[in-house]
T-cell receptor
Framework: GQSLEQPSEVTAVEGAIVQINCTYQ??????LSWYQQHDGGAPTFLSY????GLEETGRFSSFLSRSDSYGYLLLQELQMKDSASYFC???????????FGAGTRLTVKP | NAGVTQTPKFQVLKTGQSMTLQCAQD?????MYWYRQDPGMGLRLIYY???????DKGEVPNGYNVSRLNKREFSLRLESAAPSQTSVYFC???????????????FGNGTRLTVT
């Protein structure tokens, strides 16, 4: 079967930096993505890594190590609006079959 | 530009009833997906359609059927609803990657289904 493991909860204060890890064991791998979901809302795309290394998009960065089957999402200069759930996702095939982790609930405190 | 539209937004069913969840996208995407989301379990893939005319099972297909009616529409049918199917259902779509860049999933706003 496929497995994506990420911590269930993380808490941090405004202005801090937080890292959310994701380890995966999947039958195929065509990239690791990160999605954000606010309570009651739909998931929205944040970041994607197909190759090893760091991708930066504003305050968010994502890292991938394919040899370690590991990635992380780094959120800098945390704001209250960053309180949400964050999901890592692996695409198992070139076309389709995206699998998600169980999600990490991030709480940002003043 | 509506993106991905799901209907209905809310639904209550009795055990054994059937219903179809509708999904339509106006972005001309090839691939469409149905996920269910339960507390603490993230998004689990029910079925997906990589392109018009094809459908494939995901990780939790039992109790569901799908139809890719055309490029825009992908419906999910519960033939005989069970309380275990109480969940939030999300439809999503995406285009194939182009030029090495990733095409992300675009999600609808979800259908909240309760089976009593």
């Amino acid at each position: 079967g496929q497995s994506l493991e990420q911590p269930s909860e993380v808490t941090a204060v405004e202005g801090a930096i937080v890292q959310i890890n994701c380890t995966y064991q999947t039958s195929g791998f065509y990239g690791l993505s990160w999605y954000q979901q606010h309570d009651g809302g739909a998931p929205t795309f944040l970041s994607y890594n197909a190759l090893d290394g760091l991708e930066e998009t504003g305050r968010f960065s994502s890292f991938l190590s394919r040899s370690d089957s590991y990635g992380y999402l780094l959120l800098q200069e945390l704001q209250m609006k960053d309180s949400a759930s964050y999901f890592c996702a692996v695409r198992l095939r070139v076309q389709g079959d995206m699998r998600f982790g169980a999600g990490t609930r991030l709480t940002v405190k003043p | 530009n509506a993106g991905v539209t799901q209907t209905p937004k809310f639904q209550v069913l009795k055990t054994g009833q059937s219903m179809t969840l509708q999904c339509a996208q106006d972005m001309n995407h090839n691939s469409m997906y149905w996920y269910r989301q339960d507390p603490g379990m993230g998004l689990r893939l029910i079925y997906y359609s990589a392109s018009e005319g094809t459908t494939d099972k995901g990780e939790v297909p039992n109790g569901y059927n799908v139809s890719r009616l055309n490029k825009r529409e992908f419906s999910l049918r519960l033939e005989s609803a069970a309380p275990s199917q109480t969940s939030v259902y999300f439809c999503a779509s995406r285009d194939p990657d182009r030029g090495g860049s990733n095409s992300p999933l675009h999600f609808g706003n979800g259908t909240r289904l309760t089976v009593t």
